[in-house]
C-alpha cells in the first residue's frame, strides 16, 4: 500500500480550494483519504498566511512513515521547512513544436526570396521610362450648336 500526500479539490467552479491529504495512490482524487493535513487556497494573494495551512507534525510524521509527496504539495512542504525539494529542469519545455518548426521555416524561406528579389532589382540598371508625351495643345473651346447660335 503506497501512500502520498497530494491536494484534493473542493470549492465551486473556477473558485478552487483545496485540502492537503493523505491518501492511498489507487484512491479517487477527491474520493476517499486517511488523514487531512491542511489546506491551499490559490486565490488568496501569495504572501497571505491563509494561502497554506499546514500541519507541519502531522506532515513530517508522514514523511517518515514514507508518504510520497506530490510536486505542489513537495512545494509548500519546502516552504515549510520540512523537506528539501531539488528544482527540476525540463530543457525540452521551451522547444517549439513540429508545427512551429515547419512555420518558421516557411517563413524564413519567404523572407530569403524577398530579399533576393530586391536584391537582384538593385543589381539590374535602371530601365528608362519613356518620356511622356507632352499633351497636345489645348483644344479650342467647342462652338457653340448650330441651333443656339441661329436664335
Given at each position: 500500500?503506497?501512500?502520498?500526500i497530494?491536494l484534493?479539490?473542493?470549492?465551486a467552479?473556477?473558485?478552487?480550494?483545496?485540502?492537503?491529504?493523505?491518501?492511498?495512490?489507487?484512491?479517487?482524487?477527491?474520493g476517499?483519504?486517511?488523514?487531512?493535513?491542511?489546506?491551499?487556497?490559490?486565490?488568496?494573494p501569495?504572501?497571505?498566511?491563509?494561502?497554506v495551512?499546514?500541519?507541519?507534525?502531522?506532515?513530517?510524521?508522514?514523511?517518515?512513515?514514507?508518504?510520497?509527496?506530490?510536486?505542489?504539495?513537495?512545494?509548500?512542504?519546502?516552504?515549510?521547512?520540512l523537506?528539501?525539494r531539488e528544482?527540476?529542469?525540463?530543457?525540452?519545455?521551451a522547444?517549439?513544436?513540429?508545427?512551429?518548426?515547419?512555420r518558421a521555416?516557411?517563413?524564413?524561406?519567404?523572407?530569403?526570396a524577398?530579399?533576393a528579389?530586391?536584391?537582384?532589382?538593385?543589381a539590374?540598371?535602371?530601365?528608362?521610362?519613356?518620356?511622356e508625351?507632352?499633351?497636345?495643345e489645348?483644344?479650342?473651346?467647342?462652338?457653340?450648336?448650330?441651333?443656339?447660335?441661329?436664335?
Amino acid at each position: 500500500m503506497s501512500i502520498s500526500i497530494r491536494l484534493a479539490r473542493g470549492g465551486a467552479k473556477k473558485r478552487p480550494v483545496y485540502r492537503i491529504v493523505v491518501a492511498e495512490t489507487r484512491a479517487a482524487r477527491d474520493g476517499k483519504f486517511i488523514e487531512k493535513l491542511g489546506t491551499y487556497n490559490p486565490l488568496l494573494p501569495k504572501d497571505s498566511a491563509d494561502r497554506v495551512t499546514l500541519n507541519a507534525e502531522r506532515a513530517k510524521h508522514w514523511l517518515n512513515v514514507g508518504a510520497v509527496p506530490s510536486d505542489r504539495v513537495s512545494r509548500f512542504l519546502d516552504a515549510a521547512g520540512l523537506m528539501k525539494r531539488e528544482a527540476s529542469v525540463n530543457p525540452n519545455k521551451a522547444k517549439p513544436g513540429k508545427n512551429a518548426i515547419a512555420r518558421a521555416d516557411d517563413k524564413a524561406k519567404k523572407v530569403a526570396a524577398a530579399e533576393a528579389a530586391i536584391a537582384e532589382a538593385a543589381a539590374k540598371p535602371a530601365e528608362v521610362a519613356p518620356a511622356e508625351v507632352a499633351p497636345a495643345e489645348a483644344a479650342p473651346a467647342e462652338a457653340a450648336p448650330a441651333d443656339a447660335a441661329a436664335e
